[in-house]
Each structure stands twice: as structure tokens, then as C-alpha cells.
């Protein structure tokens, strides 16, 4: 799975995994902190677990960063290719 994912051959898969294995991972703290402030009654779990989510996806998504930046930046050039071909033909005929 590791190797797939820093291959990056389906970055749209790879995304859809990490995204939601973050919101699966951010509903597991949350419902914890939500147990430790109802079981204490002391509301700083509670906002530890909100930052903790927001640490999780802000995570998630600095990982995809690097991995949207190099299939942007393969898509861009194998469009101008294409285009640099197309033009060509299209005059010919």
C-alpha cells in the first residue's frame, strides 16, 4: 500500500484513501475527547480533540501537496505535447 501510494500513479485514489482514512482517524479523536470531557466534565479534552482533527487533515492534505503538484505538472506537459502534435495535423488537412 505504502509503495502505491509514493508511486502516485492514481493520484485521485490516493487522495480519496488518505482523506478518508483522516476523517476516520479525526472521528476516532474526536468521539475520544468527546468520552474524556463528558467522563471529567473538564471541556479542555474536548478542545484538544478539535485541534487534533485540525492537525490530522492539515496533515492529510500537506502529504497530497507534493503528489497534486507532480501530476498537475505531468498533465500540463503531456497536454502540450499533444498540442504541439495536434496543431500540426489539423493544418494539414
Given at each position: ?14 487522495a480519496v484513501?488518505?482523506e ?10 474526536a468521539?475520544a475527547?468527546?468520552t ?34 507532480h ?23
Amino acid at each position: 500500500m505504502e509503495e502505491y501510494v509514493k508511486s502516485g500513479e492514481d493520484p485521485t485514489s490516493v487522495a480519496v484513501v488518505a482523506e478518508d482514512a483522516a476523517a476516520v482517524g479525526g472521528c476516532v479523536i474526536a468521539a475520544a475527547a468527546l468520552t474524556a470531557t463528558q467522563l471529567s466534565g473538564n471541556s479542555m479534552f474536548d478542545a484538544a480533540g478539535s485541534v487534533a482533527v485540525g492537525g490530522l487533515l492539515g496533515q492529510a492534505h500537506t502529504t497530497l501537496i507534493p503528489l497534486w503538484y507532480h501530476f498537475d505538472t505531468t498533465l500540463t506537459l503531456l497536454c502540450h505535447r499533444f498540442d504541439t502534435t495536434l496543431i500540426p495535423m489539423k493544418s494539414s488537412v
